[in-house]
């Protein structure tokens, strides 16, 4: 039970001292949105509400009118590995022994670069043309060899957002509008060798077991596990088309600037004590070490998507469909890469979503080859989504899939 309790110590920690990210730890900073999730990832030209900040700042407009005080997930991934028959969760909740569950999910680490966890917290405000949100994120990433010889990287992403859009109508049904966003994002993770930054680091199970048998934990991870805390600002670009909210056309340059410039430091206390002059916890930090600076580049995107849409009125208004369709990176697609059938079905999205009186939605979609699957359930002041999906971890489609489910609640409007 201790060992687990450690664990649970050491992300609250790093939740609480680090601002960290979702998906590559060295990629752009999204958010993880369950209803694009649901449809297959897509979003271009059928996102809505806080999606668009981050799908297609174009989207943004008074058809997606919203406030979110706030919107909290948290997400699981290897599901279903951890489920089944002695599996860690299934021992967890049937067998009541965190001590085998713990050692069961270490375990179930896979090889090469991974997921395991992730929570994350978002604000949203959209009003008229312009929309805000803050975002903060907490992603528990694997790398290595697998199970007790995996390394455990906390990573951590704290975002502020300004999008806004000018729509242009012609003729009273076609639309169509320019969007530009701006993300301040300031991103912390934990490191292993600070003579390579770049290298992600974190936590492998003896260094989790060496905390565990410590009097003072949190005084250990304070002041012993170096961390990097760095920033960019990168800016986002859409278009769209629209004829009677019923067809829309999508194209998103995302994550442009997208240069994040890092320094390194010999724990978090440090850190905390370079920007305050003060330490956190009962133990001080030992002498305050500036480690190297160093700069990454997380690549751009030019996205493109087309939506569909049942018309507004009668009985549409209780039964409401939309069906969407993505294909991301077309630039490497078309230009940098050489065109194959094998990467136009690996960048393309597919999803529908169904929604009945305007309270119930069903999603299903395809993600380079990959179902997925949701389900909201909404209160009109407070939303529940759940998610069920499947994401590709290697570099061609069928090398390391990874499924993942997803639950967030959401408090707030949305017309």
């Known amino acids: 039970m201790r060992r687990l309790a450690v664990l649970l110590v050491l992300l609250s920690l790093v939740a609480a001292l680090l601002p960290a990210s979702g998906g590559d730890s060295l990629g752009a900073f999204t958010p993880l949105y369950n209803r694009s999730l649901g449809m297959g990832g897509t979003g271009v030209a059928s996102a809505r509400y806080g999606e668009t900040l981050y799908t297609n700042p174009a989207l943004v407009g008074v058809d997606n009118q919203y406030f979110s005080t706030p919107s909290v997930s948290f997400t699981l991934y290897n599901v ?50 312009t929309g805000l949100g803050i975002d903060a994120a907490l992603d528990v990433h694997s790398q290595g060899q697998g199970g007790e010889a995996s390394t455990l990287v906390l990573e951590g992403d704290f975002a502020m957002t300004l999008a806004i859009s000018v729509p242009i109508t012609v003729a009273e049904e076609h639309t169509f509008s320019l969007g530009a966003g701006a993300h301040l994002v300031f991103r912390g993770f934990s490191i292993q060798d600070m003579d390579e930054p770049v290298q992600v680091g974190g936590f492998t199970a003896g260094r989790i077991l060496g905390f565990y048998g410590d ?36 194209l998103a340059l995302r994550n442009v600037n997208g240069e994040y410039h890092m320094q390194t430091y010999s724990g978090t206390n440090q850190l905390y004590y370079m920007l305050t002059g003060g330490y956190i916890g009962s133990s001080p930090p030992g002498e305050a070490e500036t480690g190297v600076s160093y700069s990454f580049h997380t690549p751009m995107s030019l996205d493109v998507g087309i939506a569909l849409r049942t018309p507004d009125g009668g009985f549409w208004d209780w039964v409401d469909m939309t069906f ?30 169904l929604s009945l009186m305007r309270t119930f939605d069903f999603r299903f979609g395809l993600n380079a080859g990959y179902m997925s699957f949701g389900f909201t359930f909404d209160f009109q002041i407070m939303t529940i989504d759940l998610t069920y999906a499947t994401l590709e971890y290697g570099d061609a489609t069928g090398d390391k899939p990874l499924d993942l489910f997803s639950i967030a609640f959401r408090i707030g409007l949305e017309n």
Not at 220 to 247: C, K, M, Q
Request: proline share 3%.
């Open 215 to 250: 009097e003072d934990i949190l005084a250990s991870v304070l002041n012993e596990v170096p961390v990097a805390f760095g920033f960019a600002i990168p800016l986002d670009f859409g278009f769209t088309y629209d004829w009677r909210e019923i067809f829309t056309f999508g």
């Open 324 to 353: 969407a369709f993505d294909v991301v990176d077309v630039w490497d697609l078309l230009f940098v890469e050489k065109p194959t059938l094998e990467g136009f079905i690996s960048r393309m999205r597919t999803g529908v979503e």
């Open 80 to 129: 279903n590995k951890l489920v089944q028959p002695g599996g860690a969760l299934d021992i967890f909740f049937t067998q009541d022994d965190a001590d085998r569950a713990f050692d069961q999910l270490i375990n179930s680490i896979g090889s090469g670069r991974g997921d395991v966890m992730s929570a994350q917290m978002s604000f949203g405000f959209i009003s008229g043309i």
